[in-house]
T-cell receptor
Framework: GENVEQHPSTLSVQEGDSAVIKCTYS??????FPWYKQELGKRPQLIID?????GEKKDQRIAVTLNKTAKHFSLHITETQPEDSAVYFC????????????FGTGTRLLVSP | DVKVTQSSRYLVKRTGEKVFLECVQD?????MFWYRQDPGLGLRLIYF???????EKGDIPEGYSVSREKKERFSLILESASTNQTSMYLC????????????FGQGTRLTVV
């Protein structure tokens, strides 16, 4: 089955710096790659996603890149702010008539003022 | 506004008890998922369902079963609760049509004593 690895497990940056979180997946049939943000005590919420027919997607300060050949994808946050502090999860989804969504182990991002 | 609602926020059960965790979604989603969240291990898929009465094992199904008698409701059952099942349990739902966002419930913090 699908296996998603995520690095680093923790990431500390200064406000205004960039942050990069990387994930790899094992199943080449995976075709959808969402990223979720989970603030303390809250439920995970989607912040950006990318489909396998696209190499890069950007939404304001957040961007995601996908390399299908290498089976890895990354989240890039620019000009980080303290409110970006949270746990971020990558995921890979296979849709073969139904969706199976497998998550990485999470990255705790701490942005210091 | 999509709603995924889990029946309990906090639950304390005794070892050996049969435990039911309930999840209801109001968006007519075909897919429903149960994950457990543990520090350092991310979100691990226990079971998922893509239709009424249909279920598939995830990565860690041992000690759990599920029931989906109605499209909007997906139940996780701990047949005989054990202390190593103490965890945060998250339910999610999504559409099958194409790969789309999964919406999460608020989570149930289960403690088995």
């Amino acid at each position: 089955g699908e296996n998603v690895e995520q690095h680093p497990s923790t990431l500390s940056v200064q406000e205004g710096d960039s942050a990069v979180i990387k994930c790899t997946y094992s199943d080449s049939a995976s075709n959808y790659f969402p990223w979720y943000k989970q603030e303390l005590g809250k439920r995970p919420q989607l912040i950006i996603d990318i489909r396998s027919n696209v190499g890069e997607k950007k939404d304001q300060r957040i961007a995601v890149t996908l390399n299908k050949t290498a089976k890895h994808f990354s989240l890039h946050i620019t000009e980080t702010q303290p409110e970006d502090s949270a746990v971020y999860f990558c995921a890979a989804s296979i849709n073969t008539g139904f969706q199976k969504l497998v998550f990485g182990t999470g990255t705790r991002l701490l942005v210091s003022p | 506004d999509v709603k995924v609602t889990q029946s309990s926020r906090y639950l304390v059960k005794r070892t050996g008890e049969k435990v039911f965790l309930e999840c209801v979604q109001d968006m007519d989603h075909e897919n429903m998922f149960w994950y457990r969240q543990d520090p350092g291990l991310g979100l691990r898929l226990i079971y998922f369902s893509y239709d009424v009465k249909m279920k598939e094992k995830g990565d860690i199904p041992e000690g759990y079963s599920v029931s989906r008698e109605k499209k909007e409701r997906f139940s996780l059952i701990l047949e005989s609760a054990s202390t190593n099942q103490t965890s945060m349990y998250l339910c999610a739902s999504s559409l099958t049509d194409r790969n789309t966002e999964a919406f999460f419930g608020q989570g149930t913090r289960l403690t088995v004593v």
